[in-house]
């Protein structure tokens, strides 16, 4: 009897249960993705987060999606991301920035195909979503302090060191009930050893 071939891991792999495709388009809706790259590309350098931060935004107009915050790590990437008042499409939006910063640096097999998402139902839950992403570096052993690690952002953290993400001047900022909608969080932790990470692939 021949024996099987084990079949890779990407074969067996089930997706978990995935939400209606309006959660990911409804106007205001907030949105943690997570990619990663395939081995062995290296993403924490100046010219992929640049051309990352290119991406996003470029992408972000064509398809009604803003930038709060991102981290990038040598192998994957954190963004936190809210659809416009009118709407957007995240799911486009995810596939418009990896195929474009992948271009962008000349790698063709740079990401993993699909997503992780993570789906903020409350300020509170933004707030934890960004003080996770913001300390993964300190997590993984990068860096001592979040503020200290060169390739992660937030618009409501002037002490973090990324390249930011602009906002075009002919858009407002988004706004929720009077207040700017990415007000996450004065002091972020260095992340919650237990933050909750309930996530879904897409």
């Not at 067996?12 to 205001?28: D, I, M």
């Not at 799911?91 to 000349?106: D, F, M, N, S």
């Not at 075009?168 to 996450?184: I, Y």
Request: aromatic share 8%.
């Amino acid at each position: 009897m021949r024996p099987q071939r084990a079949r890779p891991r990407h074969e067996t792999r089930q997706h978990p249960a995935r939400l209606g495709s309006e959660s990911y388009t409804a106007p205001g809706a907030r949105v943690s993705i997570t990619f990663r790259a395939l081995s062995p590309n290296r993403l924490d350098t100046p010219s992929f987060v640049h051309a990352l931060v290119g991406a996003m935004t470029r992408a972000g107009l064509r398809h009604g999606v803003s930038v709060g915050a991102y981290c990038v790590m040598p192998d994957h990437v954190h963004i936190l991301v809210m659809t416009g008042s009118q709407g957007g499409d995240i799911t486009w939006w995810v596939r418009v920035v990896k195929r474009e910063t992948a271009r962008a640096v000349g790698v063709r097999a740079l990401f993993q195909r699909s997503f992780w998402d993570r789906h903020a139902r409350s300020d509170e839950d933004t707030t934890t979503i960004v003080e996770y992403l913001l300390g993964n570096p300190v997590r993984a052993g990068l860096c001592v302090g979040w503020h200290d690690w060169p390739w992660s952002w937030s618009c409501d953290h002037p002490a973090s060191k990324g390249p930011p993400v602009p906002w075009e001047p002919d858009r407002e900022r988004p706004q929720r009930d009077g207040a700017a909608a990415w007000s996450v969080c004065d002091h972020p932790a260095d992340g919650p050893a237990g933050a909750a990470d309930r996530q879904s692939e897409r």
